[in-house]
C-alpha cells in the first residue's frame, strides 16, 4: 500500500515558478515509479513527466519539457515537480501516482494516486 498527498499549488501570474511535493507513505514506497499527471477542466487527465524509483530514468511531456524538472528524495519520502515559466495552458489539478513498473506512463499502469493540488496560472 502507497499512500500519496500532494502540496505546493497555488495560484501565480504567467512565468513565474511553483514546486509541487508528493508526500509519499508504506513500506515499499520507494521501489516505485512515480509520475506526475495533471488535469484542466473539460479536459483528460494527461502525462506531466515520471521518475524511476532510483532517480535515474525521467521523461516529461513534450508540453512541459524544458521547463519542468522532476526528482525525489527517497530518505525524505518526497517526490518533487519544480515547474518554471509556467503559462496559463499549464493551469490544473496536478495528481501523483505510483506504479511498480517505470514504462509507458499510461493511467492504467498507476495504483496509486494523491488527491491533487491545483495550480492556477493567470495571463
Known amino acids: 500500500q502507497v499512500e500519496l498527498v500532494e502540496s505546493g499549488g497555488g495560484l501565480v501570474q504567467a512565468g513565474a515558478s511553483l514546486r509541487l511535493s508528493c508526500a509519499a507513505s508504506?513500506?515499499?514506497?520507494?521501489?516505485?515509479?512515480i509520475a506526475w499527471f495533471r488535469q484542466a477542466p473539460q479536459k483528460e487527465r494527461e502525462f506531466v513527466a515520471h521518475?524511476?524509483?532510483?532517480?535515474?530514468?525521467?521523461d516529461y511531456a513534450n508540453s512541459v519539457k524544458g521547463r519542468f524538472t522532476i526528482s525525489r528524495d527517497n530518505p525524505q519520502n518526497t517526490v518533487y515537480l519544480q515547474m518554471n515559466s509556467l503559462k496559463p495552458e499549464d493551469t490544473a489539478v496536478y495528481y501523483c501516482?505510483?506504479?511498480?513498473?517505470?514504462?509507458?506512463?499510461?493511467?492504467?499502469?498507476?495504483?496509486?494516486w494523491g488527491q491533487g493540488t491545483q495550480v492556477t496560472v493567470s495571463s
Open positions: 521518475i524511476s524509483w532510483t532517480g535515474g530514468s525521467v
Open positions: 508504506g513500506d515499499s514506497w520507494r521501489k516505485y515509479a
Open positions: 501516482a505510483a506504479a511498480p513498473n517505470f514504462g509507458l506512463p499510461a493511467i492504467i499502469a498507476y495504483a496509486y
